[in-house]
């Protein structure tokens, strides 16, 4: 029996084997990812100063075990009918239809990592499955596909070389069988194979053999970082998305026993004690497309040895006579983060509020509650109708009316790619605008000075910019809006009008390297303007998106209970504060400081006013400043949480007796 056995084995060969094989197409793809990780590490140095060696090998090596489980992931599939323990499994066509599963499941896989080398730049976190709810509405889908592959050509052509390899290097690994002639003996030995293949994928999708590991999840790559936005290296898009498929993001938190207790550190709800009457002021809100901070010469004057300029001269004379303040915070790095934070004051943590599982939840918005006091309430937005959600969303929060590109009525006026051009779409606001009953509320979303970057005809050689391709189209929308303006001052709503003006979010294209920091980030402008108010004030205090909303209602006297996750900032006696959500961890701004905190502990301590590099991380030196700011953000997120879970974020039900405005 022995020899019999013997003789079978003996038959065996490490060439042409199907399991060796299976292994050898697995370190290709591997290697592959690996390769990968060093092209998005390049694309995108600038994000990540300081990098050494020993500090990339420990990423790289880190990474091999996102790369397994996510290759695992997407290639259970080819794994199963790779295994499976039948002679067919080796015929031609089956091997055919092997290979192009292969290659075709693994080509998908290498282009989504090699589109986060750009995409990254927009969002400053690998992309994860909510990217698919975000542009599912986007009629022009094709058209922004083409766009970025002409735009983005050599990101095409590495990928075209990581596709070359991949033919190249499966083509040369061999199946040959069955090895094993006997077919009871090829049979048994197949199935008694199949427990042990079995454990070690499970294994490799969990991250480990011990029983008390869990399947790892986009927060294990923290163990291989040495700051946060490492943990971007360390994993794999295709992982991200598939450890987010599923994923409920939001869970409740405990962080304080009691309601009483939370509600003493910080509460939502605003009870406002303002005796004196309604003002039935006229609201417009202008959302300005990726304007950073950075390119208002106002906010920088500086910068450049105090030579800098800027790109927005009207902004510039606008913010001379408006309130604003020089520690302005987005919620978030996306235009969908912006539209709740701004409309709402709710923030997003994880995944943008609008794609998150509780999106449906009942919100107030200055839309819903300023309409409770006869406004008429309308938002507008030069994109196709439905693109990016914006018009549900809108629905969603009770404005009367959407005016997209649709109700624009005229495509010469098109970019072909986001919307209307800004200058057409804003001319075309204001003398809507005119034919409102006042008093209304209008929020206005401007499209132009996104990537690519396109100006329209007459002003290609207007708008000269400067050292990155955005500065003409910030050039081009300011000029927009001061025709905006000069069309709207003529017309008899303005004097009675407030305008607030925000960013959706801070643009990818960065330049100094003060903004290339984890407060540069979301630095963005936000101020007031109401004509022939007197204001001229210029604050070093913090303000956020989700303060916009009860800054208005305060503005106005609004008198009802509402929910709002912001701050009044004309109420000098709220606490100041900001908040946003970078590379899975949490970041709250308080007076000089600014605390990143991971869900469990703080990890970073940093005086962002003083040390605007944040090259100087103080959490371990300053416990008299972590621990104030950590209740704060703490209460924070317990409130989010807990409030979005329960479909808390109305007044309807029961006051908390311990209410106070934040």
């Known amino acids: 029996m022995n020899n019999s056995v ?22 290709l793809m591997m290697a592959l990812f690996t390769l990968c990780r060093i092209g998005f590490y390049l694309y995108n140095t600038s994000f990540f100063p300081d990098m050494t060696l020993a500090r990339f090998v420990r990423i790289a090596w880190g990474g091999l075990r996102f790369d397994l489980a996510g ?41 989504t990592n090699v589109a986060d080398f ?47 390899v991949l033919v190249r290097m499966f083509n040369s690994i061999k199946v040959e069988g069955p090895q094993l002639k006997n077919k009871i003996v090829f049979y048994v030995s197949g199935v008694l194979v199949l427990p042990v293949l079995i454990y070690l994928f499970i294994g490799g999708v969990r991250g480990g053999f ?53 509600s003493k550190v910080y509460t939502p709800l605003h009870v406002p004690q303002d005796s004196v009457p309604f003002k039935p002021v006229n609201v417009v809100v202008i959302i300005l497309e990726s304007f950073s901070k950075e390119f208002i010469g106002f906010y920088n004057k500086e910068l450049d040895h105090g030579t800098y300029k800027g790109y927005s001269p009207f902004l510039d004379s606008l913010l001379g006579q ?92 098109y970019d072909g790619i986001w919307g209307i051009w800004d200058e057409k779409f ?18 206005l979303f401007t499209v132009s000075s996104h990537h690519p ?65 984890a407060w540069g980030y979301f630095s963005i402008p936000i101020f007031f303007y109401q004509p022939g108010e007197n204001w001229k004030s210029h604050s070093p205090e913090i303000i956020q998106q989700i303060d916009i909303m009860p800054t208005v209602l305060g503005y106005l006297h ?48 940093y005086d962002f006013r003083s040390d605007p590099l944040l090259q100087k991380n103080e959490v371990n030196e300053k416990a008299e400043v972590v621990l104030p700011m950590e209740n704060q953000l703490k209460a924070f997120i317990q409130q989010y949480n807990n409030r979005m879970v329960d479909d808390h974020l109305t007044t309807e039900g029961p006051l908390s007796p311990a209410a106070h405005q934040p």
């Not at 080796?90 to 693994?106: D, E, M, R």
């Not at 900001?578 to 905190?597: P, V």
């Open 558 to 605: 609004y008198d009802e209970p509402y929910i709002a996750y912001g701050r009044n900032v004309f109420d000098p006696s709220t606490q100041a504060f900001a908040f946003n959500y970078l590379d899975n961890t949490y970041q709250t701004f308080m007076g000089d400081y600014l605390l990143q905190f991971d869900g469990k502990k703080p990890i970073g301590l």
């Open 453 to 517: 970057y396109h100006l329209p005809k007459e002003y290609e050689n207007v708008f000269k910019g400067g050292e990155m391709e955005v500065y003409r189209t910030i050039q081009y929308t300011d000029h927009a809006l001061k025709k905006f303006f000069d069309t709207a001052k003529k017309m008899p709503w303005f004097k009675n009008t407030l305008f607030v003006f925000t960013a959706d979010h801070a643009s990818a294209q960065i330049h100094f390297p003060e903004y290339n920091t």
């Open 118 to 164: 750009i995409y990254y730049r927009f969002t400053l976190r690998r992309t994860t499955i909510s990217v698919l709810k975000q542009f599912e509405n986007e009629k022009n889908g094709a058209g922004l596909i083409f766009n970025f592959l002409i735009d983005y050509w050599y990101a095409v052509i590495f990928w075209i070389l990581l596709m070359v």
């Open 210 to 262: 011990a029983h008390s590991t869990r399947p790892i999840t986009i927060s294990n790559a923290a163990e291989y970082a040495y700051t946060p936005k490492d943990i971007n290296l360390v994993l794999n898009t295709p992982f991200a998305f598939m450890r987010t498929a599923r994923a409920n993001v939001i869970e409740k938190v405990n962080y304080f026993p009691s309601d009483e207790a939370l």
């Open 322 to 413: 408006s309130r604003s303040y020089q520690y302005s915070f987005a919620n978030g790095r996306k235009s969908i983060d912006a539209m709740p934070s701004v409309i709402c004051s709710i923030p997003s943590i994880e995944v943008p509020y609008v794609l998150s599982h509780y999106s449906g939840n009942k919100v107030n918005s200055m839309a819903s509650l300023l309409k409770k006091k006869g406004y008429y309430t309308s938002f507008f937005h030069g994109a196709p109708n439905g693109s990016m959600g914006f018009q549900a969303f809108a629905n969603l929060c009770g404005f009367d009316d959407y005016y997209g590109k649709d109700e624009y009525g005229n495509d010469d006026d």
């Open 6 to 27: 013997g003789k079978y084995l003996n038959g065996l060969k490490w060439k042409g084997n199907s399991y060796l094989a299976l292994a050898g197409q697995f370190l």
């Open 71 to 111: 290759l695992l992931y997407i290639n259970s599939l080819f794994i199963l009918l790779s295994i499976l323990p039948f002679s067919f499994r080796f015929h031609a066509i089956y091997q055919s239809v092997l290979k192009y599963l292969f290659l075709i499941t693994n080509g998908f896989a290498l282009a």
């Open 426 to 443: 804003l001319q075309f606001h204001a003398q809507k605008l005119n034919t409102f009953k006042e008093p209304f509320y209008s929020t």
